[in-house]
């Protein structure tokens, strides 16, 4: 697509549900990366994948975050018993091979009540 | 290893003056380095890169940085704010590679007062 595209760009859940949060990259770019921006604060790496594979994923706030990337393109962010800490906004961004700037998403809003 | 530095947090001008936000980095290899903006409720979005070309750097609504390697500054400016320039800018140092390939500064929130 003409840029990174992120879904759903609003998400009010109750604590303890699970949510899922998608991203889809530029077309053609191979990087892609998850970050969080809680209110107020600076952006937290999360994630970090070429092509399919996730090379690190220390920044990860807690085994109930989870995430993966499918066919070298789509990606799904999954948190699972959500807490009102997870509150934030999640942020995608994805850079091609051969370019080092990276392209971000409008984020996915999560509140969590 | 990388780092950036953004020497100010909040910054108000008034329309129509000067805008200058400080950024500091250090790198061990040349560095991209980024300046992207975000508004309210908004994403980030890439006002301008330095990419090992020219020092000085031209963006998008007006905004240039100049990179100094003697001073380890990427300094962003415009001549003239505008209202619509209110946002928050980070600073943005980046490796090829890696899971940090992008260091984000801590942000600097820009107020313009009419």
């Known amino acids: 697509g003409a840029g990174v595209s992120q879904s759903p760009s609003n998400k009010v859940t109750e604590k303890g549900k699970d949510v899922e949060l998608r991203c889809d990259p530029i077309?053609?770019?191979?990087?892609l990366y998850w970050y969080r921006q809680s209110l107020g604060q600076g952006l937290e790496f999360l994630i970090y994948?070429?092509?399919?594979?996730?090379?690190?994923k220390s920044g990860l706030p807690s085994d109930r975050f989870s995430a993966e990337r499918t066919g070298g393109s789509v990606s799904t962010l999954t948190i699972q018993r959500t807490q009102q800490e997870d509150s934030a906004v999640y942020l995608c961004?994805?850079?091609?091979?051969?370019?080092?700037?990276?392209?971000f998403g409008e984020g996915s809003w999560l509140t969590v009540v | 290893a990388q780092s950036v530095t953004q020497l100010d947090s909040h910054v108000s001008v008034s329309e129509g003056t000067p805008v200058l936000l400080r950024c500091n980095y250090s790198?061990?290899?040349?560095?991209?380095l980024f300046w992207y903006v975000q508004h309210p409720n908004k994403g980030l979005q890439l006002l301008l890169k330095?990419?090992?070309?020219?020092?000085l750097v031209k963006g998008i609504n007006g905004f240039e940085a100049e990179f100094k390697k003697s001073e380890t500054s990427f300094h962003l400016t415009k001549p003239s704010a505008h209202m619509s320039d209110a946002a928050e800018y980070f600073c943005?140092?980046?490796?090829?590679?890696?899971?940090?390939?992008?260091?984000f500064g801590s942000g600097t929130r820009l107020q313009v007062q009419p």
């Open positions: 330095y990419t090992s070309a020219a020092t």
């Open positions: 077309s053609g770019h191979t990087a």
């Open positions: 790198s061990s290899y040349s560095p991209s």
């Open positions: 943005v140092v980046s490796g090829w590679t890696g899971r940090r390939a992008l260091t």
């Open positions: 994948f070429q092509g399919n594979s996730a090379p690190d």
């Open positions: 961004a994805s850079r091609g091979e051969s370019g080092n700037t990276i392209y």
